[in-house]
Antibody, heavy 121, light 109 residues
């Protein structure tokens, strides 16, 4: 059974960057598309993008292009999401999520526990 | 980009009631539509995929229907443990994209 284990909570100042990790247990990272979804306090779910560790391709909404980097270390089975030029509106819980059914953009039935990121001066 | 309009944003119902949530896509998305439940402080949980398929292990009181641009999610016989926020989610692979609806907060009267 696949599990996703995320890194711990972060507190960052405006303008800084944050890097969140997501370790995959029970499955091969290169056989997945890893999605990143965030949720601001009291708000809905927002898809930040999907990353294919097999070819390194990232697909993300225009809103995040140029500010988000998604990557993976296949040797350790860990996916990463780095968000730069942080502002207060980036305060949110960041989730990694995937499915093992197929390596495409479909549904997400495996979720990490979430990483709270607070941006505050 | 495909936009998903979910309604209502919140609703209150009694135990045993039939509850319906709708999701409308800005363009035809075939049946590429999933539904999630998110309880407070928890990660989302997939309930329905491809508009009408119940995920294994999900109670049969949950159901989904629709195709094209209009979709419906139903709880037949609301239970106290169904208090949560529900989201629709569309997906596409050409080009790859995912969009969530705004969410519906469900409470018990």
């Amino acid at each position: 059974q696949v599990h996703l284990v995320q890194s711990g909570a972060e507190v960052k100042k405006p303008g800084a960057s944050v890097k969140v990790s997501c370790k995959v247990a029970g499955h091969t990272l290169t056989e997945l598309i890893m999605h990143w979804v965030r949720q601001a306090p009291g708000k809905g779910l927002e898809w930040m993008g999907g990353f294919d560790p097999e070819d390194g391709e990232t697909n993300s909404p225009q809103k995040f292009q140029g500010r988000v980097i998604m990557a993976a270390d296949t040797s350790t089975g860990t996916a990463y999401m780095e968000l730069s030029s942080l502002r207060s509106e980036d305060t949110a819980v960041y989730y990694c999520a995937t499915t093992t059914v197929v390596a495409s953009y479909y549904y997400m039935d495996v979720w990490g526990e979430g990483t709270p990121v607070t941006v505050s001066s | 980009d495909i936009q998903m309009t979910q309604s209502p944003s919140s609703l209150s119902a009694s135990v045993g009631d039939r509850v319906t949530i709708t999701c409308q896509a800005s363009q035809d998305i075939n049946n590429y539509l999933n539904w999630y439940q998110q309880r407070p402080g928890k990660a989302p949980k997939l309930l329905i995929y491809d508009a009408s398929n119940l995920k294994i292990g999900v109670p049969s009181r949950f159901s989904g229907s629709g195709s094209g641009t209009d979709f419906t999610f139903t709880i037949s016989g609301l239970q106290p443990e169904d208090v949560a926020t529900y989201y629709c989610q569309q997906y596409d692979n050409l080009p790859p994209s995912i969009t969530f609806g705004q969410g519906t907060r469900l409470e018990i009267k």
